[in-house]
Structures are given as C-alpha cells and as structure tokens.
C-alpha cells in the first residue's frame, strides 16, 4: 500500500517541483500518438496532461481520493482512477505504464512490479523515476538523531520510503518479467520551495511517519533541532536544499514490441 495521503492544493502549490522535474522524464517516456499509456501516481494530473498532449491515450491513477479529484476537476476530458499501486488491474493492457516521483512510497515494491507487468502489453515499457540509494540521507539522518536523542522509540524504523540502488531495482525488475535496458542514478539538489520554512513544509507534507504518537513540543523542539544540524550544508541565501539522489528506469515486458 502507498503510506499517505496528500493534501492536493499544497501539492499543486509549494511542492510543484515534484512534477515540473517530471518533464525529463517524459521525453523517456516519448508518448506516441494512439498508444495507451498509464500514469501511474498521477498527483494532480498535470504531467497526465502533458502526456495527452502527444496525442496518446492516457490515464491517470493515483491513491489518494482527493489528488484524484483535483485532477479530475483540471483536466475532465482525462480519465482518471483511484487505486493502489499493488493491487490495480485494467481491463484493456497499456503501451506504456509511467511513473514520476511515486514508487518509493510504494511497499512491497515488487507487489508494484507484479502489477505492472501485467498491466503492459508484450513488450510495452516501464518508465519511471523513484528516490534513489542514498535519496535524502543528510535530512533523514539528522531527523532519525533527533527523534533518538528526544528519546522517541523506534526512529530508524519509522523510516516509510524504499530507496533502491540500480542493482536491486534492476535485477526487481528483472525477476518479476520487466527487462531493464536504462538506469541511472543522479544527485540532484532540491529547492524546498518556502524559503526558512522550507524544511519544516517539507516535513509537515511527507514526513509524518516519522512523528507519528509525539507530541506537538517534542515535534517543533525535533524539527528546530535538526534545522541547526542541517543548516551549514542545506541552507544558502534563505532557501533549503535537500539532497535528493533519482533513480531513472526503462524496462520492457518480455514478448513481441508494441512498437
Ligand atoms: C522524493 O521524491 O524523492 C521524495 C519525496 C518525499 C519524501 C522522500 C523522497
């Protein structure tokens, strides 16, 4: 199951990033006009949308209710589903199942996988960017330091997120039936859009898990505290950055190309 549940207009707002980043992914994906493509983890659906515009058929599923909605409420002449990564299935196969920015909060990654597969036609692909190996592990540690040092129980293992190397995504991807023919694992230093708050937005929009039965003091008095460990590297002229490492994949199902 995917873990939480967004609130869609901060998404569409302060966290825009998450899908404006998704344009590179899209000339990996290259839509063909007629081909059926599944955005898988479609948010807000504007990457859905940019999809659509190459004239291929798409749709966008997604967890969340509300995200499904709002993306409903833009973009009505895009069809759209509420479902869950490890358990979703189409009546009709797909050319294409694309994913930006979702998969890491998805376990168990291969319950995912499985369901992909079976979702594309023989020979049709997987495109999809998750956190990497290594994927916000500056911010990660020092929040972990200071949930122990506050004496939170269990903080390492509050962790929600799967950050896989290219090795164990590959060979995932490669024991489950999808042949992977790109990955790549990049930095890319991320703008916390919100200026000094940026750290704390960021932490109140997907790092719930991880205050999950502490106080609101404790809470403010862990985020303050892991903002001055932090601060040296990841703040610079009024904005935090975080150190985000993507990994990008290619695969295709095994059989006969779609095209
Ligand atoms: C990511 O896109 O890499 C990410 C987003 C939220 C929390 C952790 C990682």
Redesign the pocket.
């Known amino acids: 199951m995917t873990v939480n549940q967004w609130d869609a207009t901060q998404y569409n707002e302060r966290f825009s990033f998450?899908w404006q980043y998704g344009s590179g992914l899209l000339e990996l994906l290259e839509p063909q006009p007629g081909e059926r493509i599944l955005d898988l983890g479609c948010g807000t659906g504007h990457l859905t949308a940019r999809i659509a515009e190459s004239g291929a058929e798409v749709i966008g599923m997604d967890h969340s209710a509300e995200m499904i909605q709002t993306a409903q409420q833009t973009y009505p002449e895009i069809e759209f589903h509420q479902s869950d990564a490890t358990s979703f299935s189409f009546n009709e196969p797909f050319d294409a199942v694309f994913s930006n920015?979702v998969l890491?909060?998805v376990r168990p990654p291969e319950r995912a996988i499985e369901r992909i597969r079976d979702a594309l036609k023989p020979g049709g692909r997987f495109v999809a960017e998750?956190?990497g190996r290594g994927?916000?592990e500056g911010v990660v540690s020092a929040l972990v330091a200071e949930l122990e040092r506050h004496g939170v129980p269990d903080a390492r293992d509050r962790n929600p997120?799967y950050?896989p190397s290219i090795g164990e995504y590959a060979a995932l991807l490669e024991h489950h039936g999808l042949e992977p023919s790109l990955a790549r694992l990049y930095e890319r230093l991320t703008l916390l859009q919100g200026g000094e708050d940026g750290l704390t937005g960021?932490l109140e929009?997907?790092?719930d898990p991880f205050f999950s039965g502490v106080d609101a003091a404790t809470r403010q008095t862990v985020i303050a505290a892991m903002s001055d460990r932090l601060r040296p590297t990841m703040y610079r002229d009024g904005s935090w950055y975080a150190d985000?490492?993507?990994l990008q994949v290619v695969a295709r199902r095994g059989g006969k190309p779609s095209r």
């Open positions: 998450i920015a890491h909060w998750l956190g994927n916000v997120w950050f960021w929009m997907f790092g985000y490492r993507r």
